[in-house]
């Protein structure tokens, strides 16, 4: 079964905001059987709204519509909704109570403007927003369902697993589509490509294989439309991409390299820290964001500065001053320091120029020296890294990941 | 004038990549008087494709379509063109030049697969792609433009720049849309359109206000739509919209909160460092995303664990010990030990629980202390902040950015 995703707010657009609502909703429709055929932004303009739901309610039978449900005067979808439904409107006293309830524990006070968000077009199902002000809608008319969300994420991601995911659950009954992934770093899409050739070309036609690619790393994933053959068929033949893409496999599953690497090491109990110079704590803000990991990671020392890599990190004056803050040999003293500050028994350190300014012919912008240490093993590469300065940063995390792994001797 | 965007590839639409380039690409359009006016994520499906293409073009004068032009067995974006425009192909040498010349850089062999990257439909006019092996194609057929470009972020902004933007410049004619942004911290929406009531109620037809809300923080963006008339006639309303929000306004721009308090220290040549616990370096990775910020950084601590606050920070035993490590004691010797550490003008410091577990009900998961100190002035905050983890930290460098724009006393 297909849906669509109607998007609404001119920041979208316009390049403001980063529609995200969408990616969450379309990988948790996708997990009970439902599939994304078509996302759509469009601007706050009813004629666009109306002509939108109208051409999508053509196509498919689901259609969700995020955003627009503010309290301020470019929020117009409930009113459009009531155009297109050729409804009333009815106060829903649940929505009401709620707000009352939520503007205490704020300490604020409840405006007439925040009062409108208990107004609702009076054919639709009510979708209690916890986290927020403004409710969901459902609609269901003649079997078809347009279910309208706010804007905001938080409130999106309760919506959907509380009201969205198990009223759809009940509505429809679907056959699931099955999805196998895995990820590779450090190989070019077009590498990988050849390597999978054979692979490719021996794949059933209800089966699919989709490359994703981001900084250095690929994400492949096997797909079964139907699945109608037992769950071991999809599983077979994901054994079999395992074993083509094998000198390339990082990890299987989808999550990032960071994630793999901080959930491997909380179920190993091995603590880590990072010595960051030019990644400036990019690499372990990306670890910290999986939960239970301040368990193994007691801390982190970001040190821009030679006197701070000097001071905090041990790294000999004479090293920075012989080799440059940017070598192969600071990138070493980083590690064994940060090591031996924090008793860890891994540690990461970067020293390089993330840009745009401050490179040279010989060290130019890119340019980095990563050293990973292992108990008494230390592991130190030297890559060129191309991209804004963010990517920089993104390709040098997941650089520094594929060297854990290969430190630890991860098998996967 | 009005454009749409199609983005392809069923990672877009199956949730496993948030798509940036069209939020890239509807930002670079804006500034040169183009309007996004619809963006449609479709799946590596000819048939979907040949119906948007026909659809788009039947509704603006400017198609631009991301992704779909890689060289594996799922990218059929370029075919489906060829169908489209029914027309024959051709190899393009300046292209197979450059794959000769990539490669050779990067030490690898160029296959027969990637040369494909150089057959092109014979009546486009190719995009050269100096980042990437994907060229970019412009298709002008009736004064109605096509333009093909590939799906990965660096080479959409490359492309962009130096082809897309030069091009559509010359090809079109048109008049300016002109916005200015203001940023807001720390107040609610609905609070704001309240405060801003009076001045949205006198703003003339062809001004436009829009809300563009985020973690703690709401852009104004004040659009006016055809500049008829001076540049005064928008730069006056601005500041009657400055005026209006006054209490609330964080800056003047569309920038990031950090972005807009690294730049200031920069400027003022003020040194910053911070001591973060629950924040995992997010903070501190916000402000080193601003170029040049490692002349005033010199350095910043990631201290999860108790031991690591004493030996690095010089946070008392008994401090820890008597008010808990998540306390408004803690984050004010922390803040202290930072600052005296790497000897900085300004210190943050932050000490909470992001969750999802470690909370109590004297200490929730979303507690949060912070503390900025500026020379001897010290100022420390407690908040509750909701979201994930990953939400948590964006509103706490928020919170933290606030209260460093504070007790520096900067006047916007």
Redesign the interface.
Known sequence: MNAEIITIG???????????N???????L?EIGI?????????DSKS?ILEMLHSAQNRVNLVIITGGL?????DITKKTLVEYFNCGWRTDQSVLMHLAKIFATRG?EL?E??KIQAELPDICVTLHNE?G?APGMLFNENKKIVISLPG???EV?YLTEFEVLPKLQQFFNLPKVE?R?LVTLMV????L??QLEAF?SSLPEDL???????YNCV?L?LSCKVLQKSENYLNDYFQKLQKAADPYVFCIG?ETPANFIGNYLIKNNLSIATAESCT???I??Q???V????EI?????????N??KHE?LHVPQETIHTYGAVSEEVAVAMVDGVCAK?GVNIGIATTGIA???GGSPEKPVGLIFIAVKFNEKILVKKFKL??????FMERANNCAMAMVKEILEIKE
Do not use: M
């Open positions: 001119d920041e979208l657009l316009i390049g403001q905001t980063i529609d995200t969408s990616v969450y909703l379309a990988k948790k996708e599939r994304v055929s078509r996302k759509t932004a469009i601007s666009d503010g309290p301020t005067k470019d604020r405006l403007t925040n986290v002000t905001v994420p938080n991601h999805h992934t070019p899409e077009s590498l490509s050849k490719e699919s294989l989709a490359y994703l690619p981001s994400k994933r989808d400036g704590g990019f372990v803000n670890l910290v964001q939960p239970g990991i301040s990671l007691p801390g982190s020392i970001l040190s821009y500065s006197s701070i905090e924090f840009g745009p300014t191309h991209g804004s300065r963010l990517q």
